[in-house]
């Protein structure tokens, strides 16, 4: 099963100013998430982000944060506690009305968003905030893909064992460019040159 951004999600967990520094490769986990965020962008992906006790650790990077439509503040490890799956549903359609009410041949089209069930997520610490946001999904009943060259902890192994734990669980592990390219899907996507220059 390949990607598809028309049914996709992108939120990233934690990029935050004081965290990122003590982050293993954590120079190349950001540069990666930045990627997947102007990708997201160009392909009209809707983006979220998190951000763990941000008054402590700081906001996540301005490049990220700028890209997001909203970033839930949090002291839950997990997002999910926080309300994240909510943000991640489209908004449930108004019940029938009355007798009174219009027939439905009368009634505007609701302007529905449709439902996007597959949720590509990346973050820090992989082993903390990524890992029980991302189980959290998965109980959620969404289909969860990590990218794991843009996920970071302060250790590599904490990092890997996070990746084992997930893989055990169903969620798809990725990296950027397999992200990227299986929403372009192909060279003649109108982002293509775009999305190629950015990942180059």
Not at 22 to 33: D, K, P, R
Not at 43 to 69: F, I, M
Not at 104 to 132: D, S, Y
């Amino acid at each position: 099963m390949l990607l598809d951004s028309l049914e996709s999600q992108l939120v990233l967990v934690d990029y935050q100013e004081r965290l990122m520094p003590a982050i293993f490769e954590g120079q190349a986990v950001l540069a990666n998430a930045r990627l997947l965020a102007r990708a997201a962008e160009l392909l009209e992906v809707p983006v979220w982000g998190t951000e763990q006790n941000p008054s402590k650790l700081g906001a996540n990077d301005a490049q990220l944060r700028a890209l997001c439509r909203r970033t839930l503040a949090k002291m839950q490890f997990s997002a999910v506690e926080e309300g994240l799956g909510e943000w991640l549903r489209p908004p449930a359609r108004p019940q029938g009305g009355n007798a009174r009410s219009l027939p439905k041949h009368l009634q505007k089209p609701q302007n529905q968003e449709a439902e996007r069930g597959t949720i590509v997520i990346a973050g820090c610490e992989a082993h903390v905030c990524l890992l029980q946001t991302a189980l959290d999904l998965v109980e959620e009943e969404f289909d969860v893909w990590v990218v794991t060259d843009a996920c970071g902890s302060r250790t590599e192994r904490n990092r890997d064992a996070a990746f084992d734990r997930l893989a055990g669980a169903g969620v798809e592990l990725v990296t950027t460019e397999m992200v990227v390219f299986e929403w372009l899907r192909g060279c003649e996507h109108p982002a293509f040159k775009d999305l190629l220059a950015l990942v180059k």
